[in-house]
């Protein structure tokens, strides 16, 4: 508007100037003054054209600027969603563990209370065992199960799979200790050396040898000694258990043996682990 303005003026003063009869003083001023004026006009000309072309630009700046808060909202929005999904997880996982971690306590109190059970039921066999500990017998804790060893000589007379006097002794010393403690499973393993059988009768090999005399053990215990027979098993190693890899007569003995496995029932643990 104002350059509008000017250029008026500057008009009004031509028309005057072709009206009037100006002085040559005057008539200089007056072109001075429109020259002036015109040049202050295109100056501020460019002026707004340098206006517009930053103005422009400015939006333009504006426009990007909007669309990075846009992305980057998205960005957020999205990261906050993570956050809120991870967040979830993380307390379930805490959760989670938390009942993990109370579950491991539960065990570990039941294995202690196994270690307790196993290490007094070796105590009481070692007493109750204690005279037939020079014949060949031995009692001790392995993995967490007790193991009662019997050589053959204090079982069976050489070669064979009936059990001696001396034998059902021990044994009869072994099952009443077991009668009263009806929370121990038991199994009776079989083991020989190495040699072949020989002139063994019906006795084919170890496997047969170490089989039998499994049984046996078992059958005394059960049917003479009156153990449950539920909580018994019966299995023969042959000759491929060895306590003693040397080949001495000694060796070979320590390796024909009765092994009575004795483990707590841990039906309270197993309950547990399968929830």
Known sequence: MKIKHLLLAATLMMALHSCV???????????????????RAVSLEDERTRLM???ARLHSQIAKLNGSYSELDKKYNSLDKNY??????????????????????????????????????????????????????????RNGKVYVSLTDKLLFPSGSIVIDDKGKQALKSLA?????????????????????????????????????RSTSVTSYLTEVEMIDPKRLTATGKGEFQPIDAGNTPESLSKNRRIEIVLTPKLDELYNLITK
């Open 176 to 212: 009443a200790v077991l009668n009263k403690e009806a929370d121990i499973n038991i199994a009776v393993e079989g083991h020989t050396d190495n040699k072949k059988v020989k002139n063994l009768g019906q006795i084919k090999d170890n496997w047969d040898l170490s089989v039998l």
């Open 21 to 39: 009869v100006l002085s040559p003083k005057k008539y200089k001023a007056l072109l001075a003054e429109r020259d002036s004026l015109s040049t």
């Open 84 to 141: 809120s999904a991870t967040s979830t997880k993380v307390s379930e996982l805490s959760s989670d563990l938390q009942k993990r971690e109370a579950r491991l306590k539960e065990v570990e109190e039941i294995l202690r209370k196994r270690d307790e059970a196993t290490n007094a039921l070796k105590d009481k066999l070692q007493k109750a065992l204690l005279g037939f500990q020079q014949s060949g017998l031995s009692v001790d804790i």
């Open 53 to 55: 072309t930053d103005t």
